[in-house]
């Protein structure tokens, strides 16, 4: 029989962690501590049978003032095997019940549980797991969010095959780009944490030009450097002679790696550094053994209405495959509050956002 103990050992959570399906490196103890230091609080939980850990989810709570309430968050959790129907509404009841004991107002999840695989119009794959799992969240009273934190949709590049093969998957025009950035001289390197204001200047510049909104300088640094410190982060920078064209961090955690934060300027866009930047970014995750590289994000709306939709085509030409995800569900503790909550706080988050000039 399953059951359930908070973890206060980093080596015992990611040990554990790193054994699931599904397990992020959101999920990740140092993610964790790195939120705690910015107004949030980290509990995990571990459900074991037989002495052998079989999910985990690491919640994430913060207050929601005036009110004596908390908002929990799973990011990119919980890990388990979810076509284990049994476990997972032990867990699924579980986290209602943590939220309730602890002051939740809600608690959300959001695992990357495929819904299907594919475009819409060339007629996805539709995952088992992932359609089973949203009857039991329905059933459960768990609601579509909202707030969609994360990217609910992904593209995926299969890291197993040989090299030569992943470049066969990719449209004939990125490898032509890939092999162009190289003779035209663009370089990439492994950067150090002493270059990462250098990345965040040029993230600042790639954010003001694309239109969306980013952290304060030191919320990045925070994150970037521990996590390139325990050696689960890398920073790639794309270089012209001596000048920085692009970069990105790449995140790494068990057979995985995550391309989370991209930047770019103006300068030689015409000789393909970015190509040339994820094509090295597989390389050094297959490198290190990672079975999958999760280019992280695509289109909720498959089309060029999306705002998304031209990062998107990039993406697409590498050869990866969409997963559609069930996105993010809330469980609303207190139903009433939680519906009052939810309808207000987009519009208070969009005055905020006015009041700093940045709506």
């Not at 995926?156 to 032509?176: H, N, T």
């Not at 925070?222 to 961090?249: C, P, T």
């Not at 996105?327 to 207190?334: E, F, K, L, T």
Request: hydrophobic share 40%; glycine share 6%.
């Amino acid at each position: 029989m399953a059951h359930v103990n908070l973890v206060h050992n980093s080596d015992l959570w990611n040990r554990s962690l790193i054994t699931l399906p599904y397990a992020h490196v959101l999920q990740s103890w140092e993610w964790g501590e790195f939120k705690s230091r910015w107004g949030w609080s980290a509990a995990r939980l571990l459900w074991q049978q037989d002495g052998r850990p079989i999910a985990a989810a690491q919640v994430l709570s913060r207050s929601i003032p005036p009110t004596p309430w908390q908002f929990m968050y799973v990011t990119k959790g919980p890990a388990m095997d979810y076509a284990n129907t049994v476990l997972m509404e032990t867990v699924l009841g579980d986290l209602e019940a943590y939220a309730a004991e602890n002051r939740g107002l809600f608690i959300k999840i959001d695992p990357d549980v495929a819904r299907c695989y594919g475009e819409p119009e060339t007629e996805p794959l539709v995952d088992p797991t992932g359609r089973v799992m949203l009857d039991t969240l329905n059933r459960r009273g768990w609601h579509f969010s909202p707030e969609q934190i994360q990217f609910k949709n992904t593209v995926l590049i299969d890291l197993q095959p040989d090299p030569d093969e992943i470049l066969a998957r990719m449209k004939s025009k990125w490898r032509y780009n890939i092999r162009l950035a190289g003779r035209k001289g663009v370089e990439v390197r492994t950067a150090q944490r002493q270059d990462l204001p250098t990345f965040f200047a040029m993230y600042a510049e790639t954010a003001q030009r694309d239109g969306f909104l980013i952290r304060p300088e030191a919320y990045y640094l925070d994150v970037w450097r521990r996590f390139i410190e325990i050696n689960e982060a890398e920073l790639l920078l794309a270089f012209v002679g001596d000048e920085v064209v692009a970069g990105m961090i790449l995140f790494f955690f068990g057979a995985r790696a995550w391309y989370l934060y991209g930047a770019s300027t103006d300068q030689h866009r015409n000789l393909m550094p970015n190509h040339l930047l994820q094509w090295t970014a597989m390389c050094r995750a297959k490198s290190r053994d990672c079975i999958m590289y999760d280019m992280w994000g695509a289109p909720d709306v498959f089309n060029e209405s999306d705002s998304m939709w031209g990062v998107y085509r990039f993406k697409q030409g590498f050869g990866g495959e969409v997963l559609q995800g069930i996105g993010a569900y809330d469980y609303p503790v207190r139903l009433r509050l939680y519906r009052a909550f939810t309808q207000t706080l987009p519009q208070a988050r969009t005055l905020i956002r006015r009041l700093k000039g940045q709506g």
